[in-house]
């Protein structure tokens, strides 16, 4: 039986987390090279030069942003005297309504 203990020693075979981290830059070359760019580092110290395992930065690229999500998401209407009650297309909200969240705000 295998046990995964969070926040404990991480593994040596497991991938870095700039691989899916969405301020990382990735370069690889030919003969295995590889330079990593963190876009949430000041330009002079970007470079990552080891594989990261914990970075309190990280945003995962496969997940959809704050404001990816609000783009898709359906506006859920209670006002009849405007417009029928229920769920509506966010473009259908003017924008003067809309009440946009920030992605610092669920970081």
């Known amino acids: 039986m295998r046990f995964k203990i969070y926040g404990g020693t991480a593994r040596d075979d497991e991938p870095s987390l700039c691989l899916s ?4 830059t990735i370069i ?6 590889e330079i990593v760019d963190c876009g ?3 330009q002079d110290d970007s470079r990552i030069t080891f594989p990261v395992t914990f970075c309190s930065g990280y945003s995962d ?14 506006v859920l209407r ?3 005297t405007k ?3 229920g769920f509506h297309p966010p473009k259908s909200q003017s924008s ?3 009440f946009l969240l920030d992605d ?4």
Not at 21 to 24: D, L, N, Q
Not at 61 to 74: D, G, K, L, S, Y
């Open 78 to 80: 209670s006002d009849a």
């Open 40 to 42: 949430r580092l000041s």
């Open 96 to 98: 003067d309504r809309r």
């Open 61 to 74: 690229r496969r997940q959809p942003t704050v404001f990816q999500m609000e783009q898709i998401a359906w």
């Open 104 to 107: 610092d705000d669920w970081s």
């Open 21 to 24: 981290c969405r301020h990382a």
């Open 28 to 33: 690889r070359g030919r003969n295995l090279h």
């Open 83 to 85: 417009k029928p009650i």
